[in-house]
Structures are given as structure tokens and as C-alpha cells.
């Protein structure tokens, strides 16, 4: 129940900050191009697989898990929403990838969980 919270925190966070950061451009399409929208993909993204692997670590909380959720989440929704509408840049990339690799490890495991319970 936590995760499934901590994942529609998630989505709600990345749709808030890509409606936020959009803009228009000079031919009046709507992109998601704010110059600083980019720099929070790569936050989000690396904090995620910070926080997962401080959490699978060296912690037996279930807080640092669940921002990862939250954080990996909202990480991808940014980098997917500014490369749908061009947005190529480095930080971009580096704030997707870990981002995807995080919910990779957590649809993984939510997968596991449905097919052998404990």
C-alpha cells in the first residue's frame, strides 16, 4: 500500500513540475524547456539511486525505499516528457537513465513479489 502511494506521489510530482517548466517556443509549440527543468531530471534521477541504495544498504526503514519510489518515478516522467518534446541535453540523460534503472528495479520487484509471496 505504501509503495503504491509512494508511486502516485510520484506521478503527481512529475506532472506538477513538467506543467510548471513548460513554455512555448519560438513557433508557438508547448515544450517542456525550462533551462533549470532539466537540472531537476538529473537531481531526482541520482538522488533515486542514492536513496535505493542507501536503503538497501545499510537501512532497515522504509522511508529512504519509498522516496526512491517516489523519486525514480517523477525522474523518468521528466526525462520522458523533455526527450518527447527535444529536449536532448546531457543532464537530461543522466537524470533518465538511473531514473529508468530505479522503477526497472522496482517493477522487478513488485513482479516478484505477485508471481512468489513470501
Known amino acids: 500500500m505504501l509503495a503504491a502511494i509512494s508511486l502516485l506521489v510520484g506521478v503527481v510530482v512529475g506532472l506538477v513540475v513538467l506543467l510548471i517548466g513548460r513554455r512555448r517556443d519560438d513557433e508557438g509549440r508547448l515544450v517542456f524547456g525550462a533551462p533549470w527543468l532539466k537540472w531537476v531530471t538529473l537531481g531526482f534521477g541520482v538522488t533515486a539511486v542514492v ?21 525514480a518515478v517523477a525522474s523518468a516522467e ?23 534503472l530505479a522503477v526497472a528495479f522496482w517493477i522487478a520487484f513488485a513482479v516478484g513479489e505477485v508471481v512468489s509471496p513470501h
Request: aromatic share 4%; charged share 0%; with cysteine.
Open 51 to 71: 536513496v535505493l541504495a542507501a536503503g538497501l544498504v545499510g537501512s532497515t526503514a522504509l522511508l529512504p525505499l519509498t522516496a526512491s519510489i517516489t523519486l
Open 78 to 100: 521528466l526525462g520522458l516528457g523533455q526527450l518527447i518534446t527535444g529536449g536532448r541535453h546531457w543532464a537530461v540523460w543522466c537524470g533518465l537513465v538511473p531514473g529508468a
